[in-house]
């Protein structure tokens, strides 16, 4: 399973508000900091705050912040924000020819589907800041 550009990005910056020492950033710095647009965090950011996972203060020292601790935050809810349909399963599903094998093939892909959840269900952003705690998981 290939995660979207913008599953990528939600990920990349709740890491950066992970590391926030000032306990926010605004969007302008994410974006800097991200390498990203200001524009493309103002959407996902919308998403991610309607899910719960970030909250936004306003002010002189507001910005957006992770609403738990990184550890009871897990890559399985951000993928399911920004990856609600498995493309694997999406294409069987697609698929003109049904019946006995287009059933066993639909199986298989709700097998993989469930089983990529549980992997992203198992690693939690405070893992992701661990180095290379991402490449001990096999998918």
Known sequence: MILSERTNIAIQSLLILD?????SYNLNEIAK?????????????NELRK????????GKHGGYYLTRDPELISLKEVVQ???PTNPIFQVALE?????KQQAI?????????TYALE????????????????FNYTI
Request: glycine share 6%; proline share 0%; charged share 25%.
């Open 19 to 23: 590391t926030a020492s000032i306990n």
């Open 119 to 134: 992997k992203f269900a198992a690693i939690s952003l405070a893992d992701l800041k661990e180095e290379n705690t991402i």
């Open 51 to 58: 899910n719960g996972l970030v909250a936004s203060r306003l």
């Open 95 to 99: 698929s003109s020819k049904k019946g």
């Open 81 to 83: 924000i920004f990856e």
């Open 105 to 113: 093939i639909e199986d298989i892909c709700k097998d993989i589907q």
């Open 33 to 45: 900091i991200g390498n990203t647009s200001k524009r493309v965090l103002e959407v996902l950011f």
